[in-house]
């Protein structure tokens, strides 16, 4: 890699970037690379990313931010040939995680300089969106809508709006179709993965895997508060496929309704509420960097 784009969101999470450039100058004199860096202000991002990649023409794209960063970006490298990585500096960093990035910036962009390179598929969502990691319905959804409304970035921000909406539990009817067939149940969340793990380190896709031509769908129905703990376990321990309020479905396509309409997230990022949606699979859409495997 002799050019390297690196796109930067200041307002990712809530560590400090104060130093990054510093740190991305030193790298670059070490390891005898050019780079241009783009900082993201949330006003025609990706139109402006999309300039630089057709102007400087890098051998390979680095985010510093979360997953809505990288999903911004990932859309503009899909079906090409230039690699993404991740420099973990969001909220959650669920797919950097899940990649084996470390989260310190200069170790990190140590292990995305080896270049172990990853042909990841993505969904497409109603047609426009494209999701490269983990996109929900309900619950999950509106905590993210609840800790964007409210500024409170990290670990506490999350988990006392996790605590709110447990305490006020929403269910919702939802119908799956897929190639396979149809069910119906009462749900309080959809997950539509190609990853496995959220950003909590909650697994919540224990049988699929990124580049195996399929997605999955999980579907979580209501279930009694005393199972509570039950169910927090199964999630960090890969067993949430074996619980009896769960169903997992492995499809290529989708249409899901569900209602009343529910907020929906991909990849981090909240969509308009919605009674329908409609996921279509693309297999090796997207080059990422993983680090080595632990």
């Not at 292990?111 to 319905?137: A, M, P």
Request: aromatic residues 8%; proline residues 4%.
């Amino acid at each position: 890699m002799k050019r390297i784009l690196f796109v930067i969101n200041p307002a990712s999470g809530n560590t400090d970037k104060s130093g990054l450039k510093n740190t991305i100058s030193e790298a670059a004199k070490t390891h005898g690379f050019d780079y241009h860096v783009f900082e993201t202000t949330g006003k025609n991002d990706q139109q402006k990313i999309k300039s630089f990649l057709k102007q400087h023409k890098p051998e390979a794209v680095f985010v510093a931010g979360g997953d809505g960063t990288v999903n911004l970006t990932g859309e503009l490298l899909t079906g090409s040939k230039i690699p993404l990585g991740i420099i973990p500096m969001g909220s959650a960093n669920g797919l950097a995680s899940e990649l084996n990035i470390p989260p310190n910036p200069e170790q990190a962009i140590e292990v995305l300089l080896k270049g172990n390179y990853e042909n990841r598929d993505s969904l497409l969502i109603n047609d426009h969106v494209k999701s490269f990691h983990l996109s929900d319905l309900g619950m999950n959804a509106r905590i993210i809508k609840r800790f964007e409304k409210e500024g409170i970035r990290g670990w506490f921000g999350y988990f006392k709006q996790f605590y709110k909406e447990f305490r006020n539990i929403q269910k919702f009817r939802c119908t799956i179709k897929t190639e396979s067939g149809q069910v119906s149940h009462k749900a309080l969340m959809v997950v539509l993965a190609t990853g496995f793990q959220y950003g909590t380190g909650a697994i919540v896709n224990s049988t699929g895997k990124p580049d195996d031509g399929k997605f999955e769908i999980i579907l979580i129905k209501p279930y009694r508060s005393k199972f509570f703990f039950k169910m927090a376990i199964a999630f960090f321990m890969r067993k949430l496929h074996k619980m009896e309020n769960v169903i997992v479905l492995s499809a290529t396509e989708a249409d899901i309704e569900v209602k009343p309409a529910q907020d929906l997230q991909v990849d981090g990022e909240l969509q308009k509420k919605t009674e329908q949606v409609k996921v279509r699979l693309i297999p090796g859409d997207l080059l990422m960097i993983r680090g080595s495997n632990p």
